[in-house]
């Protein structure tokens, strides 16, 4: 079976990452045998990076990339994506590492993709999606979010601030990733919209989001409020390179 790479990017999670990869291998080789969990650490003073390695000494199926600096969600991801396509991979997911995302929905983005989408994306607002433990803020402030960014830009995704997907290789290979702007809830907007603005199809899956369980939350009233002002921004910038392009 083609190449499933999961990209893991991790800051402070010590407590969670080791639990969350055991749980997510076997899920993973349920998907395809030819399989690999790729920890991308920002450097993170915890001993993350440390656990990640010793994770990786274990099992084949796992590789660390280490980098110096905490520089966002997005250049993390941006900086995985890259190596996993370098190692082959036909199919490239990203998922959080606390259990927010539960590893048993791994399969079903893969087959998802395998099947008929070119991003699938594990979404909590579609029919059967969910959000459990949240507090009402929390709620508001990610379904205000989306419905934001869906009548900014104009188009039908539900939950385009969703970070669990699944991008057949080609879509991150016609998006040019060196251009890409955002970070936080904004970097996930932009890879939906761009891949929609591409032609590709990105299709729904229902899932559960449950609020994580130990460590803290990377979400800052910065990373809201950059999704905010970049929204308009990305659709202006997808006009113009629409108009200029011959």
Not at 51 to 80: C, N, Q
Not at 83 to 98: F, N, R, S
Not at 121 to 143: A, F, I, T
Request: charge should be neutral; charged fraction near 30%; glycine fraction near 8%.
């Amino acid at each position: 079976m083609p190449g499933v790479w999961l990209v893991l990017p991790t800051y402070n999670e010590a407590e969670n990452l080791e639990p969350f990869v055991r749980a997510l291998l076997p899920r993973l080789a349920e998907a395809s045998a030819d399989h690999t969990v790729l920890v991308v650490d920002d450097g993170s003073p915890d001993g993350t990076g440390e656990i990640a390695d010793r994770l990786a000494s274990e099992s084949e199926h796992v590789r660390v990339l280490h980098r110096t600096a905490k520089e966002g969600l997005g250049r993390a991801y941006l900086a995985g994506f890259r190596v996993a396509l370098e190692g082959g991979a036909e199919y490239v997911m990203e998922m959080d590492a606390d259990f927010s995302h539960d590893p048993r929905d791994v399969p079903r983005l893969v087959a998802a993709a395998r099947e008929s989408a070119d991003l699938a994306l594990g979404s909590r607002y579609c029919d059967g999606g969910r959000v459990e433990n949240w507090p009402l803020h929390r709620r508001l402030l990610s379904r205000g979010g989306c419905w934001y960014a869906r009548r900014v830009l104009g188009v039908p995704v539900r939950d385009l601030t969703g970070g669990f997907k699944c991008f057949r290789r080609e879509v991150l290979e016609r998006l040019d990733l060196d251009s890409v702007h955002a970070d936080g809830y904004g970097f996930q907007i932009e890879l939906t919209y761009r891949a929609l603005e591409a032609g590709f199809r990105v299709e729904e899956v229902p899932i559960t989001f449950r609020e994580r369980e130990r460590g803290a939350s990377k979400m800052t009233p910065r990373i809201a409020l950059e999704a905010v002002w970049k929204v308009p921004a990305l659709r202006l910038r997808q006009r113009s390179a629409r108009r200029y392009t011959f």
